[in-house]
């Protein structure tokens, strides 16, 4: 499969474009070109969300079978995009992960350190964003618990810069 038909969301899932129909096709290159505009990110949201809403309306489903399609998850992504990159929200990451992990599988975050081992003052700063865990001890940690670290690839999104000004 080459890049141009695949796209890859902010959480490494990769979505088989040629798996689309070619009126989906057209549909997500009509949203791709108002996302490259870089509306302000509300106005994106409910221009998507309207066009895709009415197009599998058309065709017979339901909000909720909506909601599952390629189409949708990735008009939502690039929704993401803009919200990143126009400073209204941040790329998520393992300590996001942690915290959904925590409240799935574990009563509490004590419960989450004494199975995996961290003190809990360790996860408050991590958790909190001050201190980051060695890789080779969350990984040890994740283990214990039966999961592990993944490494997906990064394409072409650009973080946006904080705090620096641009080169003269």
């Known amino acids: 499969m080459s890049l141009d038909d695949r796209y890859v969301d902010l959480k490494g899932r990769e979505f088989s474009l040629a798996q689309l129909d070619a009126d989906e096709r057209r549909l ?15 106005e994106f949201a409910n221009f998507w969300m309207k066009l895709v809403g ?12 909506v909601r599952h399609t390629d189409l949708y998850r990735i008009a939502q992504d690039l929704g993401s995009r803009l919200a990143v990159a126009q400073g209204l929200a941040r790329i998520p990451d393992y300590r996001d992960e942690i915290e959904q992990l925590i409240r799935a599988r574990f009563k509490t975050r004590r419960e989450f350190c004494e199975a995996t081992g961290l003190s809990e003052d360790m996860l408050s700063h991590v958790l909190a ?19 592990m670290l993944r490494i997906v690839p990064q394409d072409s999104f650009e973080r946006p810069r904080r705090g620096r000004r641009a080169a003269a």
């Open 28 to 42: 997500l290159k009509s949203i791709k070109q108002r996302a490259d505009r870089a509306p302000p990110w509300h």
């Open 54 to 65: 009415e197009f599998y309306h058309d065709r017979g489903l339901s909000r909720s079978k």
């Open 129 to 147: 964003r001050r201190k980051h865990v060695a890789l080779d001890r969350l990984n040890e940690a994740l283990a214990r618990i039966g999961y």
